[in-house]
């Protein structure tokens, strides 16, 4: 450990330090700590010495930034990325961000379950650790009479044109986006009017396997795209469907036809606002861990909570079961009845409502016979639906999450419902970034339990008659 001497209390705003990173944090951040006070640092990694600079102290960190490295560790990559807020990982090796993953979950599950003596898989790859996000949304600015794209700053409401994450996009979607913006600076630059650039404010991709666009616009609300400009982005071949967003309202322009996305062997029509997974090899990796398991458990009905636009029940489905999917956002609704109707699924039923309040609709639908899938948000879930699947004995439960804060919370709620942890594995998702999606496979020992005291009483009363 390494720092200057100089204790917590005097610490201040501005103030240069010479620091050693010691940790990172879930967020990507380095952690050096004086006095045990924790001063949080961008692009900083363990085993590296800083001259850093305090910007703002809190009641329980401080954050700072790097003015000069001292000493930078040797898993560093040659990227040397400046703006690093949506991808804190990039500028360090792949195997080392694996590991960072791996240990946070390993240490996660070890401080809060470590009696029960939970097995970790290893974290799973992706085979893309650039270009792999299928969708990109962008804030518009206008720099010198030019609409541009710009990007967050993390922690913040401001936006910077220093754009460095297209590195994880498709290519297709840099290549469309970037002729886009000629098309309407060109336009606006021809007919005099530039000053309507800054009503443009932000533009939505997402690309499928064969390289088809889907892609909004969200505009101001006294405003209008020119019919020209929509003329204009007809003629882009490999463009499906267009859309314009006013005031979180969004319309569709133009479709040439459904936009598909393929998974595994089903293909899923996705619209605008329907979530879907960013990064579809990973995507198949999991969904297949999911689908070895449904077959295994050989239960006749699917509950899919979070559904989106059928995913998950549509991919493990088999025939004679039935599926019940359950999710807020219409669309994406809309969306999981049609793809369950191409993909022939013969008994489904779904639901636009939220998860949390369609205690109505499951209680018709589970029962011990039901395999029951959780993909949330990254809010997780609540005490209340925990209770619900504890109350009906709901045995058998995948639960995926993008956020293990949040899945640490459920699972001890699950536990002391007396659940069990069977599995853990964290994917790769989001190379690069902080994020760890992670499938845990849980289930009911109080079924199981009482099926073991069913049949132990049987045998004694078999062997009692055949004494």
Known sequence: MFYTSVKMNNLKENQILEVACQELSYEGLGVSRIDNFPIVVKDFFPGELAKVKIEKIFS?????????????????NNLDIKNID?????????????????????????????????????????????????????????????LTLSTFIRDSDEITDEVSNELLNNESINLFINEILEIINEYYKNSKKQSNLKLFKNIVARVNELNEIQFALEIHSDFDIPKELEKRFY??????????????????????????????????KISLNSFFQINRDVAEEIFNSIKDYAYDSKKHKILDLFCGVGVISNLIYSK???????????????????????NMIDNFEFHSIDVFKSSSILK?????DTLTIIDPPRSGLNNQIIKFISDNNIDNLIYLSCNPRTLIRDLKE??????????????????????????????????TNNRLFFCSYCIKIVMYFNC
Not at 248 to 260: D, E, G, I, M, N
Not at 320 to 342: E, H, Y
Not at 364 to 368: H, R, Y
């Open 86 to 146: 949506a991808m804190p990982l990039i500028n360090i090796d792949y195997s080392w961000q694996i590991k960072f993953k791996q240990k946070y979950l390993e240490q996660q599950f070890k401080r809060n379950f470590n009696d029960l003596n939970i097995n970790i898989k290893d974290y799973q790859r992706s085979d893309k650790i650039y270009n792999y996000r299928n969708k990109s949304r962008y804030p518009l600015s206008v720099i010198d009479n030019v």
């Open 364 to 368: 018709k639908f589970i029962d011990k």
């Open 60 to 76: 329980k960190y401080a954050k700072a930034t790097v003015l000069e490295y001292v000493k930078k560790a040797d898993y560093r």
């Open 320 to 342: 004679g079961q039935k599926v019940l999917g359950i999710d807020i956002v219409k669309d994406a609704i809309d969306d999981a009845k049609n793809n369950s109707a191409t």
């Open 414 to 447: 699950f536990v002391q419902q007396d659940y069990k942890i069977n599995y853990v594995k964290g994917y790769d998702m989001f190379p690069n970034t902080n994020h760890i999606e992670a499938l845990v496979i849980i289930k009911n020992t109080k079924i």
């Open 235 to 268: 003629l882009i071949t490999n463009l499906v469907e267009f859309y314009i967003i006013k005031k979180h309202r969004t319309s569709l322009v133009f479709s040439k036809k459904p936009f598909y996305i393929k998974l595994l062997d089903k293909s899923f």
